[in-house]
């Protein structure tokens, strides 16, 4: 366990819980092939993916090539007139079975999920997993009525669409891509990120189950090169990625020079902005909600907390004190807040992140009840920095780790111009007594997600999306149907 510098609050000893693991056991094959055309493919040559609380191998995982992209292409494109042509009421049957099936086997999804991606089993199996089925179906209920969704025109599918999602949701990134696709009659081919392939493998025994036609959906696991492979593939008609703004910008040219859509959703570095007559208490849960949970590994993280100068050291006092409660470790433990960090590349990250803020002059406060665990795995203690100016590297960049940069403000027309002061625009909270301070704000803030007195809260009929270096394109709600059709 390494001590952070600057005041690290020991953990409360008197008493503590028992450990409460989740028990539920889930079987995990050694190695996996893709799956293409309704069908597991043979492992080839394979990565593992890890536990990163253990860092032991959970499985190992094909490496897709570029004639492994090609066939699921392929495969996705013979599959496309047929799937197309169904009646929206049958695909909609389809999206409805998903959804069931996901239910049905949501506690072994959400225990796959926390293994493979160090997240809490209390985030997976409360929020993670609900919100998928959720997806499948709302979006069934859209398949059959997509004429009104979009008022005097007649929408029909884009066609083949390549998905490339990360790992901090990985299930939920593949639902929020998969299920608007096929409601609007596309196929897909979708790679998950490195780290997390397995809960979408395990998706994809759901579309076998159900008996999703084949090739509608093909998932191909693998690194870079197998993302780059599929987004370079000239038989797409559609490239949708979540990851990192550099990944995504590259991916906007090759999108634009085969003159085929795109939808981006990179990372933010989104505000919540604490005025003085705000409810403190509850802006402090929606704080902690908001950079704690899921080890800060969310692209909407609210990473800077904007305080009214005049409340700031009672904010501070509080948030220390909610922070003393936050139990970090084993994620399969039920009674566990914070899990383990998704990577050792991602805790160096982080870990350079927290060198700099302290080198750059912030001072560190490093809070939980448990501290971090010895031994195996990827840990990182719930951080949050005073004294950060504009210009530290901690106030403009994204860390995606529990770590938050706590800065002040006095006026309303202050806090809105230094929220907006970064190139991101992903998400932001306003927390105030006010109801007229919200309104004139909210509609101020450059931001795709705007949260009043809550943070973090998700809606499958909900628009989700950024501004400008947080990406572009929506995803959920009726605005989100608009990238898979073509009008
Ligand atoms: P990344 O953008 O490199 O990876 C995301 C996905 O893109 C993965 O599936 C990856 O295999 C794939 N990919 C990587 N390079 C590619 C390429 N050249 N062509 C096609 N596909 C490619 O993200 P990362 O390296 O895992 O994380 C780096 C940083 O990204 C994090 O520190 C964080 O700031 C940010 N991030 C943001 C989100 C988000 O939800 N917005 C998610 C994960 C990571
Ligand atoms: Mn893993």
């Known amino acids: 366990m390494t001590t952070a510098p600057g005041t690290t609050t020991p953990a409360a000893t008197a008493w503590d819980y028992a450990p409460a693991p989740e028990r539920v056991p889930v079987t995990i094959a050694d190695s996996y092939g893709h799956f293409i055309d309704g069908?597991?493919?043979?492992?080839?040559?394979?990565?593992?993916?890890?536990?990163?609380?253990?860092?032991?191998?959970?499985?190992?995982?094909?490496?897709?090539?570029?004639?492994?992209?090609?066939?699921?292409?392929?495969?996705?494109?013979?599959?496309?007139?047929?799937?197309?042509?169904?009646?929206?009421?049958?695909?909609?049957?389809?999206?409805?079975?998903?959804?069931?099936?996901?239910?049905?086997?949501?506690?072994?999804?959400?225990?796959?999920?926390?293994?493979?991606?160090?997240?809490?089993?209390?985030?997976?199996?409360?929020?993670?997993?609900?919100?998928?089925?959720?997806?499948?179906?709302?979006?069934?209920?859209?398949?059959?009525?997509?004429?009104?969704?979009?008022?005097?025109?007649?929408?029909?599918?884009?066609?083949?669409?390549?998905?490339?999602?990360?790992?901090?949701?990985?299930?939920?990134?593949?639902?929020?891509?998969?299920?608007?696709?096929?409601?609007?009659?596309?196929?897909?081919?979708i790679k998950p990120a490195e780290t997390t392939p397995l809960s979408l493998l395990r998706l994809a025994e759901i579309f076998e189950e159900v008996g999703l036609p084949k090739g509608v959906v093909n998932v191909i696991t693998g690194d870079r090169d197998t993302g780059g492979a599929l987004a370079q593939h000239p038989g797409l008609d559609k490239i949708a990625f979540t990851g990192s703004t550099a990944v995504g910008k590259k991916l906007a040219k090759v999108a634009a020079e085969r003159n085929i859509p795109i939808t981006l959703e990179l990372g933010g570095k989104s505000p919540n902005i604490v005025f003085e007559d705000g409810a403190i208490d509850q802006a402090i849960e929606g704080v902690v909600r908001g950079i704690y949970f899921n080890q800060g590994h969310v692209c909407c993280a609210g990473s800077r907390l904007f305080v009214q100068e005049s409340i700031h050291d009672e904010v501070v006092r509080r948030l220390t004190h909610r922070m003393k409660s936050l139990r970090v470790g084993d994620p399969l433990d039920k009674n566990t807040d914070v899990g383990a960090i998704n990577s050792r590349e991602q805790l160096d990250r982080i870990e350079a992140y927290l060198g700099t803020a302290d080198s750059e002059g912030a001072q560190r406060h490093a809070c939980s009840s448990t501290g971090t665990p010895g031994g195996k795995g990827y840990w990182c203690e719930p951080t949050f920095f005073t004294g950060v100016q504009e210009a530290h590297t901690l106030a403009r960049e994204e860390v995606f780790g529990p770590v938050l940069a706590v800065m002040t403000f006095r006026t309303p027309e202050e806090a809105l111009m230094r929220a907006n002061n970064t190139p991101y625009g992903l998400s932001a909270g306003v927390w105030t007594d006010k109801g007229a301070k919200i309104f004139s704000v909210a509609t101020k803030l450059k931001a795709g997600v705007v949260w009043c007195n809550t943070f973090n809260n998700f809606d499958p009929a909900a628009p989700f999306g950024g501004y400008r270096e947080s990406g572009f394109g929506r995803e959920g709600g009726v605005q989100g149907l608009r990238a898979y059709v073509k009008l």
């Not at 007139?81 to 695909?91: C, F, I, K, T, V």
């Open 39 to 189: 069908a597991f493919t043979p492992a080839g040559k394979t990565m593992p993916t890890l536990n990163p609380a253990t860092e032991e191998t959970l499985s190992d995982v094909t490496v897709g090539s570029e004639a492994d992209v090609d066939r699921a292409v392929q495969a996705a494109r013979k599959a496309l007139p047929a799937w197309s042509a169904l009646p929206g009421a049958e695909r909609g049957k389809y999206l409805y079975r998903i959804a069931r099936r996901i239910q049905e086997r949501a506690r072994e999804l959400a225990v796959l999920e926390t293994m493979d991606g160090g997240k809490p089993i209390k985030e997976s199996r409360d929020v993670d997993v609900p919100i998928v089925a959720h997806h499948f179906f709302y979006h069934a209920g859209w398949a059959d009525k997509l004429k009104y969704a979009f008022a005097g025109a007649t929408p029909s599918p884009v066609g083949v669409c390549g998905q490339i999602i990360p790992w901090n949701f990985p299930l939920l990134m593949a639902a929020w891509k998969i299920a608007p696709a096929l409601a609007c009659g596309n196929t897909v081919v």
